[in-house]
């Protein structure tokens, strides 16, 4: 990737070196999200992954994501994201949550057409942190409904779209570990994943823990 970049910086300009350059970055994003996959996988497995909840912002975190996350989109998509009520502190594991965060909107992302909005939404209500993804992409077929958060399981209309199959299943890993579910609803056109959290975990301290592995 650093190679890309000093390309990118010595040919600035260049339409036909910028294509490939664009095509390589995304490639490289792509097998890195797959390592740090099997690698989170395999950590959750040995019971390296531990919760470690501290304080912060939920709106500070959703906007420095979906700032990251807007490098991936493709022509004409956009994404959004809005936070309701005045209450905005919650008590979680930060990374953990960016990781599910992250997984959602770039499934969103990557399912959706050209030209089609993304939308991240997050409230705060009677204790509970709910975070909301919707896409307009092309759904989730209903015999696939209840395999979605199985390892290694990928849609059966998505053949063509690169993926391991794990990602949802981190998601709903990650939930666990943070006391927390994920429920979806899916037609082709509205597709919405809906992740449910306590606002407040208690802070231990401890040495031992090993932090959730990024995916950005």
Do not use: W
């Not at 912060?56 to 309701?84: K, S």
């Amino acid at each position: 990737m650093s190679s890309t970049d000093l390309i990118a910086r010595y040919v600035d300009g260049n339409e036909r070196v910028d294509k490939h350059v664009t095509r390589i970055r995304g490639k490289v994003r792509e097998m890195t999200s797959m390592l740090n996959e099997f690698l989170s996988l395999e950590r959750i497995e040995q019971g390296l992954v531990n919760c470690q909840p501290t304080h912060f912002d939920i709106v500070h975190l959703g906007i420095e994501l979906i700032e990251e996350l807007r490098t991936l989109t493709g022509d004409g998509q956009t994404i959004t994201y809005d936070h309701e009520g005045s209450d905005r502190n919650v008590t979680l594991d930060r990374q953990m949550l960016g990781n599910v965060i992250v997984n959602l909107m770039t499934n969103a992302v990557k399912y959706s057409p050209q030209g089609k909005p993304i939308t991240m939404r997050t409230v705060i209500k009677d204790g509970r942190l709910r975070v909301t993804v919707h896409d307009q992409g092309i759904g989730v077929p209903e015999d696939d409904h209840q395999h979605l958060f199985e390892r290694f399981f990928r849609g059966s209309n998505v053949t063509t779209i690169q993926g391991t199959g794990l990602g949802l299943n981190l998601v709903k890993r990650y939930l666990d570990i943070m006391q927390g579910g994920i429920g979806f609803s899916s037609v082709p056109g509205n597709t919405v994943f809906t992740v449910d959290l306590p606002q407040h975990l208690p802070v231990v301290e401890g040495p031992g823990h090993v932090p959730a592995q990024t995916t950005i």
